[in-house]
């Protein structure tokens, strides 16, 4: 399957892809650094002025490049833990999950039946494109009823992305067509007002349904364990089956699988590349921050 470059204008925040290219590279040179690094070794590591490496990080997420480090350490990850840590429960109960206001998140969603799932996508039409996302490409698919896979191709490759979402529907009918998913995506990435919704078509087995309608009451700059979503979709004893399928949550981004960690605060796996769930988690806590 060709196809051709991102479209430009979706979502129209395409800055934000540069912005977190230069912040990967980043990434690397502070995972290999003793301690912190300061401005002006870290702008000429990237061969950038230590005005312009600033400017770059703090239009991107809001805040210094200092403390950009400081989100994007174990530490950081272990602090969420223990001062934003989200017990589902009362999550539900305060009405987070469902088909409604997610956080601040319009989602609405519904799921494949059981047996639909079983045939493998036979007879349905999953419409697909290539965009610009804050974290790198992005392939993106959806159906009539919503979005139903989100890939990001910064750590993995665009080859790997495109056969990694197609083989988990191999009977369906691809059909390139970004145009019509623009307006979808536009919202999914906060391109248009918070009040657009964005469908989702979860196309999974039960229990992984059970795990992403769990991860979906995760609000934005909170996290949880994969043990309390266990307990959350009551099989307390099964947190391996549960991380499995957070591994397997094909909406990445929208179904937030990157805010489930380890009990002890370990950024855990991630499907897409740490690197990845590592700048998500530091783009939503600084934009917490920020706003």
């Known amino acids: 399957m060709s196809h051709n470059p991102p479209v430009p204008d979706a979502p129209d925040n395409s800055e934000d892809g540069y ?13 290999a650094a ?34 950009y480090q400081q989100y994007l350490t174990l530490d950081h990850a272990r602090r969420l833990l223990a001062e934003r840590h989200t017990t589902l429960e009362a999550a539900a109960g305060a009405g987070l999950s469902g088909a409604g206001r997610l956080h601040d998140l319009f989602i609405t969603w519904e799921a494949m039946s059981p ?53 988990r529907w191999p009977k369906a009918d691809y059909v390139e067509d ?14 248009r007002e918070a009040g657009t919704p964005t469908p989702l078509y979860l196309i999974g087995a039960p229990f992984q349904i059970k795990v992403w309608e769990a991860l979906l009451a995760i609000p ?4 949880t364990t994969y043990a309390e979503i266990a307990e959350a979709i009551g099989h307390p004893k099964a947190y391996r089956a549960v991380g499995s399928a957070v591994g397997r949550n094909p909406v990445s981004w929208l179904i937030p699988c990157h805010r489930a960690l380890r009990k002890g605060g370990g950024l855990g796996g991630y ?8 700048a998500l988690l530091a783009w939503e806590a600084a934009r917490s921050e920020a706003g």
């Open 220 to 223: 934005t700059g909170h996290v």
């Open 178 to 191: 970004p145009q019509a998913l623009r307006p979808w995506v536009l919202s999914a990435f906060g391109a």
């Open 19 to 31: 912005h977190y290219q230069v912040m990967r590279r980043a990434l690397d040179v502070i995972d």
């Open 115 to 167: 047996g639909e799932y079983g045939r493998g996508g036979e007879g349905l039409v999953i419409r697909w494109g290539w965009f610009k996302s804050p974290f790198g490409p992005a392939l993106v698919m959806g159906t009539e009823r919503g979005l139903c896979g989100i890939g990001f191709a910064a750590e993995t490759g665009e080859a790997a992305t495109m056969e990694d979402l197609t083989s």
């Open 34 to 67: 003793e301690g912190q690094l300061t401005l002006d070794g870290l702008a000429g590591e990237m061969r950038m002025s230590p005005a312009h490496f600033q400017r770059v990080f703090s239009q991107w997420v809001g805040v210094s490049p200092k403390r």
């Open 271 to 278: 499907h897409w590349g740490l690197p990845v769930k590592r």
